[in-house]
C-alpha cells in the first residue's frame, strides 16, 4: 500500500495546470491517467489510458518519477514494473471495490484448494494478489489470455465474476470464478436501460464486461474502455450512444465525436429504487483524486508507493505474461 504522508495545506497556485507543468520538468515526471479520471486531470496528463495502455507506458517510460492519476492498484502495477523509479498517488485512498473485494489470504486459500488450476487475475487487484497468479489480464486481453492457456487445463478467474462469465463465453471456456465485483459497473439498472434504449432509437450502447450480464445483453459494443472509445472514433460522427462504464471516459469520447450525444446508462439507486441515481456510476475512489492533489503529490514528492523487493518480484512475472500476449 502506498506510504501515508501528509501534503501541507498552504494555498495552491493560481494557474495549477501550469504549476504541474513546471514540476514535471522540475522531476523528471510523467503523468499516466486513466479514462475514468476528471477531464481537467485527463488533459495535463502524458499519457491517458485503460489499465493494460497504462502498465505498458508505466514499463517503457525512461522518466525518474511516474504520477499515477488512478487508484492504488495502478500505482502498485506502475512500481512492479520500475521498482528503480518514483512513484507517487496524489490520493492514498484512492482505492478499488474490486481488488478489496479478494483478500489476500482468502484468495491464497482458494488458490490453494485448486493446485491443479492455472490462476489468471484481473490486473484490478493487488499486489499479493497478483504474487498468487500464473498471469494478469486486462479486459482488453482477458479472452487472449485464456485461450493461451491449454484447453486441458483447468482455470482459476478473479477477482471479477461478472469479467469472467463474459470471457468464458466469448473463450469458451469453463472458468472457476472469484466472486468479486465492481462497485460501479454492477449497480447498472438492465430494466432502467431497456426504457432508456427506447426513448433514444438508434442510440449505440457500449457496454464494459464487467457489468453483469443482463446489463451486457443490452449492448452493441462489449469491451473494455479503450475499445468503448474506439467505437466511438470510428462511428458516426453525430451519433447518441448509451454509456454503461464509469463516466469519466465520456470526456475523451467527447473529444473525438463533438457532435455526438453521450447519455449515462442509469443504475440502481443503493437502497433505493433503479434508474433514479445520477451519479451511482461515478467511482468515487477515482474521483478522489484532484488537480490540486496532483500539483501538492508532485511538489512534495509524496505519497509515494513502496513494495517489498521480493512482493514485487512475485507479482511482476505474471504482469510480464499479461503483457506478452498483447
Not at 55 to 80: D, L, N, S, W, Y
Request: hydrophobic letters at 45%; proline letters at 6%.
Amino acid at each position: 500500500m502506498p506510504d501515508m504522508v501528509l501534503p501541507r495545506r498552504d494555498a495552491p497556485p493560481a494557474d495549477l495546470v501550469a504549476a504541474v507543468q513546471a514540476l514535471k520538468r522540475e522531476r523528471d515526471a510523467v503523468i499516466i491517467a486513466h479514462y475514468y479520471q476528471d477531464g481537467a486531470i485527463q488533459d495535463v496528463a502524458d499519457f491517458v489510458g485503460d489499465s493494460l495502455q497504462m502498465a505498458r507506458f508505466g514499463a517503457e517510460t525512461k522518466a525518474k518519477t511516474i504520477v499515477v492519476c488512478g487508484v492504488h492498484f495502478m500505482a502498485e502495477t506502475a512500481k512492479i514494473l520500475a521498482m528503480d523509479r518514483t512513484v507517487l498517488l496524489p490520493d492514498t485512498a484512492a482505492g478499488c471495490s474490486l481488488a478489496d473485494s479478494a483478500p489476500e489470504a482468502e484468495f491464497r486459500a482458494f488458490v490453494t484448494a485448486r493446485p491443479d488450476h492455472r490462476v489468471v487475475t484481473y490486473v484490478n487487484s493487488t499486489a499479493a494478489v497478483k504474487a498468487l497468479s500464473d498471469i494478469c489480464c486486462t479486459s482488453s486481453n482477458a479472452v487472449q489470455v485464456v485461450q493461451s492457456i491449454p484447453r486441458d487445463v483447468p482455470i482459476i478467474f478473479g477477482p471479477d465474476r461478472f469479467l469472467g462469465d463474459w470471457v468464458a463465453g466469448q473463450a469458451g471456456r469453463e472458468l472457476v470464478l472469484w466472486r468479486g465485483s465492481c462497485e460501479v459497473h454492477e449497480l447498472f439498472s438492465a430494466e432502467a436501460m431497456q426504457r432508456q434504449k427506447q426513448e433514444h432509437p438508434g442510440a449505440i450502447t457500449l457496454v464494459h464486461p464487467e457489468c453483469p450480464a443482463s446489463i451486457i445483453a443490452l449492448a452493441d459494443v462489449v469491451g473494455s474502455t479503450k475499445k468503448l472509445l474506439e467505437a466511438v472514433r470510428t462511428g458516426p460522427e453525430r451519433a447518441t450512444w448509451i454509456v454503461a462504464t464509469e463516466p469519466g471516459i465520456i470526456h475523451q469520447m467527447r473529444k473525438a465525436r463533438p457532435h455526438g450525444v453521450f447519455l449515462m446508462a442509469p443504475a440502481i439507486v443503493r437502497g433505493g429504487p433503479q434508474g433514479a441515481c445520477s451519479s451511482c456510476n461515478e467511482c468515487p475512489h477515482m474521483k478522489r483524486n484532484t488537480l490540486e492533489k496532483l500539483w501538492r503529490c508532485m511538489r512534495d514528492g509524496a505519497p509515494e508507493v513502496r513494495l517489498e523487493s521480493e512482493l514485487a518480484a512475485r507479482a511482476r512475472l505474471p504482469i510480464e505474461r499479461m503483457l506478452a500476449v498483447g
